[in-house]
């Protein structure tokens, strides 16, 4: 790790900025762990004595991605991931701040957890890391936390990471406290009566594996009823991982109601499709489970027009012990902080996306939503930002990832584009050679 504090000019750039709604060449300098400007022609001229000066011609500048969506082991299971080794994965993936989820050991639901959290990352991560605390107490989905003090101490948004509350009562109640304290629900859509003892999705190739379905209705039936609870409560509602068309209308009825409600959708269901899974590769087993190519192909085009506002990386370390198993009986979920924004950069090379809509999507929108100081390269900003080689060719080789674990659903892709340098608070973390 380098921490080096001069100051330092990105000189030569393209720069892109969704906040400022700017794709354009220019410069970037930084200096004290802040943006100070970012327009053209700053040049060598106009720096302070000392300063760092990196040519990045034929390299993108932008805000540092955030990740709304990452389990980090600790506390509890620092064997799958730990604040630092997570750290460390998403500095190479262009990643300058994560958002942890609360489903550790103990659940981060109470104040003293969140409070730990936040202590052992500043003192072990070199990325920035939030908490979001859990929204019923134990994940259990029977009584809400405290929403007002956990926010006070430190909660950015309020999830039970990939249980669904299946009590309606119970989020009616929780969007409704919730929005007294301006606080973000984030709840994870799926039915766990009809995912019942499904492993993918529900279709052809799911019965010519002889594997169980899980049908879109699993996901719908859930948000369409969070959608009607959210015009009864005025809450505000993020649908953490949309993955079907049919999710797409609900959420557009609501956008269309004048509803606060927002969504995201993971790396793995705008790049990969449930053919993916080929011969039972576990390292696709995923929640949601990934669905087919019509699916893929709408949710990048809600992503493209806005309707989705955020891709996250849904990073799930699992060991070998609960992956290299039968497909039915491995557990769900793969790393992804150091390959989400390679993986969207073939959305950038196949046309189906640009530039400024992934950066938005993957920095300036979360950072809205959940109400933090980034995703911005305007001037007074903190200097968290990323350098994108956006054309290089490599392959992903998974003893490269800094994971502890390295269930990627990308073992040996094929990849255009990676990060030169990530910058957090004005030090390099991370930078390619």
């Not at 390679?342 to 400024?356: S, T, V, Y």
């Not at 007074?380 to 990832?401: E, K, M, Q």
Request: glycine content about 10%; charged content about 25%; aromatic content about 4%.
């Amino acid at each position: 790790m380098l921490t080096d504090r001069r100051p330092i000019l990105l000189a030569n750039a393209r720069i892109i900025d969704p906040s400022r709604d700017f794709d354009g060449p220019g410069d970037v300098l930084i200096a004290d762990g802040v943006i100070r400007d970012a327009r053209r022609g700053i040049g060598a001229a106009g720096v302070p004595e000392g300063t760092d000066i990196v040519n990045c011609a034929g390299k993108i500048v932008a805000p540092g991605l955030i990740d709304m969506r990452a389990f980090v082991g600790e506390p509890g299971a620092g064997h799958r991931e730990t604040f630092a080794s997570a750290s460390q994965a998403a500095a190479a993936g262009g990643i300058t701040t994560i958002i942890c989820q609360p489903d550790t050991s103990p659940v981060i639901d109470n104040s003293a957890t969140v409070d730990f959290v936040l202590r052992r990352a500043r003192d072990t991560a070199i990325v920035n890391i939030y908490p979001m605390a859990a929204l019923t107490k134990g994940m259990r989905g029977e009584e809400m936390t405290e929403i007002g003090l956990l926010k006070a101490a430190g909660a950015v948004a309020f999830t039970d990471g990939d249980k669904s509350v299946t009590n309606a009562q119970v989020m009616r109640r929780a969007l409704t406290y919730a929005r007294d304290f301006d606080a973000l629900i984030v709840h994870h859509t799926e039915d766990p009566d009809l995912v019942g003892e499904g492993v993918m999705n529900e279709g052809e190739f799911a019965a010519r594996l002889g594997l169980v379905g899980i049908p879109n209705a699993a996901e719908a039936v859930m948000l369409e009823r969070d959608m009607r609870l959210v015009a009864l409560t005025g809450g505000r509602y993020h649908a953490a991982s949309l993955s079907s068309i049919e999710s797409l209308e609900i959420l557009k009825r609501a956008r269309d109601a004048g509803l606060a409600v927002s969504a995201s959708v993971s790396i793995n269901h705008v790049t990969l499709n449930e053919n993916d899974i080929g011969p039972y590769r576990t390292f696709l087993k995923l929640s949601p489970p990934l669905r087919t190519e019509d699916d893929r192909l709408a949710l990048v085009a809600a992503l493209a027009s806005g309707l989705i506002d955020v891709v996250m990386s849904d990073h799930n370390p699992q060991d070998v012990e609960v992956k290299r198993l039968p497909f039915a009986e491995a557990a769900s979920g793969a790393v992804g902080l150091q390959t989400m924004l390679p993986a969207a950069l073939r959305l950038i090379h196949n046309g189906e996306m640009d530039f400024k809509t992934l950066i938005r999507a993957m920095s300036t929108r979360p950072a809205e939503l959940l109400g933090l100081p980034g995703g911005s390269l305007r001037a007074g900003s903190p200097a968290d930002v990323v350098v994108i080689d956006p054309d290089t060719p490599w392959v992903l080789d998974p003893a490269d990832l800094k994971s502890q674990c390295k269930n990627t659903p990308f073992d040996e892709a094929r990849f255009s584009g990676r990060v030169a340098r990530t910058i957090v608070g004005g030090r390099t973390v991370y930078e390619h050679v």
